[in-house]
């Protein structure tokens, strides 16, 4: 399914001729397991009152976040063509008011958390066991509303709550480690209060193992810190600052589709 | 005339909508005490969350307690959430038009002796500028807490700009508010003075001084600036002739500005303008500060008869 997905990023951002899908790619994985192995929903019904709860604060990677939708049912694949189109339900960056399945709209990065403490904080006062899931990027970890997330939820204690990094070490221009440097990212993270795991985000085991492993956490929040490679897949894009907010040619979307068979 | 004070109304009228509406969820940021949430806070601890100097933080947990089908209040000072929140009140507010009642308290250069980094002065421009959001500045306790109660009731974004000192009460108890509908405060056919805020006492102040010159104000409350209450304007400048727009806040963006689009579109008449200009003030008490701005009775009556000699 991955590798599924990750064919549909690629014939999406060609299509469209824009689109990040770099940070896609690196998602590909948790997405995957999210949408097929761990979230409760029902996609004929995505306002489900009891369904957990995914909100991607990273919202240049929509494509990867549509395509997974796309296959859990929520809308057709053929509608995954339209991407960034006039008139589409899918947006250039995840927009909640257009496209089913999308829990909040982001696109100005850092805001993802917050949006998620309350959604969490929501569950608790409604008596629900739904758990909220909020996928970040580690440039966003650049912003500060992000940090002030992290201490309300740690300080909400809000144990239904899991932070995904997909720590592919990349944003717009460059290395994050010279642009903005992040390290030591975890120890950051514990000392805000969070259970913290580090794993491999392309091991389709260890990332349900984490998400289980979460779900055990009592008292605080977890933060699975999902080592990554941006562009994932795709050996011409794997590593590729260039590939962050450019879409592939139709020549390198035949390429990339072929490596991805 | 008696005075009150529009944020303690705002805390007490949000007290009661917590007993009536169990979905009700507050939060503040460490302003609790002044902005008032403080009698919701201990009457419902549970369902009150002080997020801290987090004012953006606090503008998302909103968005997500929304969306998850609360009815959600926030506040603190109008300086600290409009300008240091106008991105998450874009994106996580206005574009999907959330259920989050923003009460701005301390609004305006009446805030005083705290200086110019506490006077939210481009704070309505903001708000107004902000698709789907509804913006009122009450004038007075009684219309705070109609206000109040209309955000309560009515579905989407709302901004409800209160006051830190107390402010004259010009209505009865039984006054009947509604959002978007504007009130004729006074009747009178040589001009119409529009005024929102405590600029509504003053107006108020200003016309009766002016009858005494046998000028004929008509007054009216604009106390919702989005969505504006255009009929009315249209009405005082095709009956009137000439149109005073005063408001506690820059010339750009607020309720002058909102007036005069109006005007210049669909009736041009003379207009006149009492507000803070485009620059900010200083430390000072309030009324020491509305005097060396330029917002006071006296300054609206000048504004009226200039005004007038363009008619």
Known sequence: MARRLRRHVIT??????????????SAADIITVLYFKVLRYKSENPQWSDRDRFILSKGHAAPILYAALAEAGYFSVSELATLRKLDSRLQGHADSKFTPGVEMSAGSLGMGLSFAVGVGLAARLNSKTYRTYALLSDGEC???????????????????????????????????RDIMNLEPFSQKWQAFG???????????GQILSAFQAAEEIRSRPTVIVAHTIKGKGVSFMENNVAFHGKAPTQQEAERALKELE | MAEASTRE????????????NED???????????TMTSFFAREFPGRFFDCGLQEQNMIGIAAGLAASGKLVFVSSFAIF??????????????????????????????????????????DLALFCALPGFTVIVPADAVETAAAVRQAARDYGPFCIRLSRPKTPVVYSED???????????????????????????????????????????????????????????????????????????????????????????????????????????????????????????????EAVRSTLKRK
């Not at chain 2, 109304?9 to 009536?20: N, Q, W």
């Not at chain 2, 969820?25 to 302003?31: G, I, P, R």
């Not at chain 2, 041009?268 to 509305?290: T, W």
């Open chain 1, 12 to 25: 999406m951002t060609a299509t469209a001729g824009s689109g990040h899908p770099g940070g896609s790619l």
């Open chain 1, 142 to 176: 650049e912003e500060g509303q992000t940090w002030e997330a992290a201490l309300s939820a740690a300080h909400f204690k809000l144990d239904n709550l899991a932070a995904i990094v997909d720590y592919n070490g990349i944003q717009l221009s460059g290395w994050t």
């Open chain 1, 194 to 204: 969070w259970h913290t795991i580090d794993i491999d985000g392309h091991d389709l």
């Open chain 2, 9 to 20: 109304t705002y805390g007490k009228t949000l007290a009661e909508l917590g007993r009536e």
């Open chain 2, 24 to 34: 009700i969820v507050v939060l503040d940021a460490d302003l609790s005490p002044s």
């Open chain 2, 81 to 122: 959430v409009s300008c240091r929140c106008f991105d998450q009140l874009r994106l996580c507010l206005s574009q999907p038009r959330l259920n989050v009642k923003i009460v701005a308290t301390h609004g305006g250069i009446t805030v005083g002796e705290d200086g110019s980094s506490h006077h939210a002065i481009e």
């Open chain 2, 175 to 301: 006054y009947q508010f509604t959002s978007g509908r504007a009130v004729t405060m006074r009747q009178g056919k040589d001009a119409t003075i529009i005024a929102a805020g405590i600029m509504v006492a003053k107006a108020l102040e200003a016309a009766d001084v002016l009858a005494r010159q046998n000028i004929d104000c008509r007054v009216v409350n604009m106390h919702t600036l989005k969505p504006l209450d255009e009929t009315a304007i249209v009405k005082a400048a095709s009956e009137t002739g000439a149109i005073v727009v005063t408001e506690e806040h820059l010339a750009q963006g607020g309720l002058g500005s909102r007036v005069a689009q109006v005007v210049a579109r669909e009736e041009p008449v003379p207009m006149g303008f009492v507000n803070l200009g485009d620059s900010y003030a200083s430390s000072g008490k309030a009324d020491e500060l509305l005097q060396r701005c330029g917002l006071t009775a006296r300054d609206v009556e």
